[in-house]
């Protein structure tokens, strides 16, 4: 006891240097095959956070462990995720780019007493499957509802819906029906495609065949995407008048440069874009494009992982770096702050991010490079799809 006691006086006398931790916050995404890119602006955002707020926290240093789960794989997003609690002990889970993944590590939170950051997976129903769950990202629900009003505006009455078929396709796919018919719009036919799908042209003529004057679409962000717009476009559909509305999964700004011309004029709802006007934005540009080593490489999910890293230190502050999931989560139930994206914050009853959603419309700029150009904001938009995930 005596010598307890003179080890704290020692401790405090050398500043509580002697009491310092290291924060261990395990993150899990595709950082390998053909999602790699997605990983590497997982990392991007985390280095950018880290390089502008330092790595400590208070006193205890974080230190980020990475894990691949390079396609969506809900056995090994699971078995890596026991690992780090288990052997690395590390006390936050984050990253998780697609939502199988995410699903599949819920159930393990309560008992790890250990909170969720997830950096991407967008399907509603995440948040509710454990109360430790915290989303930086953004849902199918929140970015597919707007494009709805936007086809209807557009003077289209009827639409084909064409989605992967797993949770965030078949959110979106929910989500936009529900919004068009909102406008009195029509969807004649939804099409689900498994998330293997890579040749996109008998879905071309499908949606040719269909009579409909527009498609909306869905896809998870990466070579799926590009190879959908490029069918699209090579198949004469662009051509033909039928007009392509979607979330801005499908005009990442990585893709742009081979999406080439033909992607000139295409509008997304989403809720960031590269080009965004703020001095948030840019600060957060220059630190994310150096992270990352080539600018054009920076897509959204850089953002999510930013944005994460920062609710992450909340957390820690939070709990002065003792490890409480409940006590983590329950300090950022409310917390909003000034995002690269736009003003944001934490719902406190989805643990679901709040924030503005535009429309975007792909343009050439004086430098003839490619980027989303922001055209209309849909501000401080929640979840909608939460009602029909509980
Ligand atoms: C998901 O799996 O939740 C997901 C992945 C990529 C996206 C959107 C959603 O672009």
Known sequence: ???????????????????????????????????ALQGKNFKAGIDAYMA?????????????????????????????????V??????????????????????????ANVPMVIFNAATSAIVTKSPLVVRTSFTTWQTST??????????????????SDYGPGVDAENAFKAGFEKQGGQVVQAIRMPLSTNDFSPIMQRIKDSGAQGVFAFLPSGPTTLGFVKAYNENGLKSAGIKLFAPG???????????????????????YAISHDSAENKAFVAA???????????????????DGMHVIYKMIEATGGKQDAQKAVDAVKGLSWVSPRGPVAIDPESRHITQ??????????????????EIQTFEKQGDPGLAAAK
């Open 356 to 373: 503005n959603i535009y429309l975007r419309e792909v343009a050439k700029g004086s430098d003839g490079k490619y980027y989303n150009k």
């Open 288 to 306: 994310a494009g150096k992270a990352i080593g080539n600018p054009a490489e920076l897509t959204f999910p850089a953002v999510g992982a930013f």
């Open 86 to 111: 288990v052997k690395e002990k590390v006390q936050y889970l984050a990253g998780f780019y697609f939502t199988p993944d995410a699903m599949a590590v819920t159930p393990i939170l309560k008992q």
């Open 146 to 163: 707007p494009i709805a009003k936007v086809a209807s505006d557009a003077g289209v009455k009827k639409v084909i819906s064409v989605v």
């Open 249 to 271: 999964d499908l005009t990442q700004e990585s893709d742009l440069p081979a999406l080439g011309d033909a992607a000139l004029g295409m509008q997304t709802t989403f809720h």
């Open 1 to 35: 006891m005596k010598r307890f006691v003179l080890a704290a006086i020692a401790a405090v006398a050398l500043g509580g240097a002697a009491y310092a931790d290291t924060i261990k916050v395990g993150v899990i995404g595709p950082f390998s095959g053909p999602f």
């Open 52 to 84: 502008m707020n330092g790595k400590k926290v208070g006193k205890d240093e974080v230190e980020v462990i990475y894990r691949d789960v390079p396609q969506a794989d809900p056995a090994q997003s699971k078995a890596l995720a026991q690992e780090l």
